[in-house]
């Protein structure tokens, strides 16, 4: 009769256990997913933002759809990006990127 009982208090301290390591697991795959995905992310965008802020009449900038050009105004949410002689177009801020060596040789090259 004692044996059962150890028996049955032993198995129940298992199933205490194993609830317990799953909590465990589930904190640490959150804390693993924050620090390899949502932080670097966050970081990335912060820096994309200072860049958009720091952008000022002619640099030369890459848009989102892959039109190279020359900043020629800038508005509250929006550039007006020169793409060719004479041709400005109005593009929003938020598909605007930072001119890369490649961008800058290919406006040039106008």
Excluded: C, H
């Amino acid at each position: 009769m004692t044996s059962m009982i150890l028996l049955q208090a032993a198995a129940g301290g298992q199933q205490g256990q194993s609830g317990l390591s799953f909590w465990i697991m589930m904190i640490l795959i959150f804390v693993v997913f924050y620090f390899f995905m949502i932080r670097p992310q966050t970081k990335r965008q912060k820096e994309l933002q200072k860049q958009r802020e720091a952008m000022k009449k002619g640099d030369k900038v890459v848009t989102s759809g892959g039109i190279y050009g020359i900043i020629k105004e800038v508005q509250d949410t929006a550039f007006l990006v020169e793409i060719a002689k004479d041709i400005v177009i109005k593009v929003d801020k938020g598909s605007v990127f930072a001119g890369a060596e490649e961008a800058n040789s290919q406006v040039e090259k106008r």
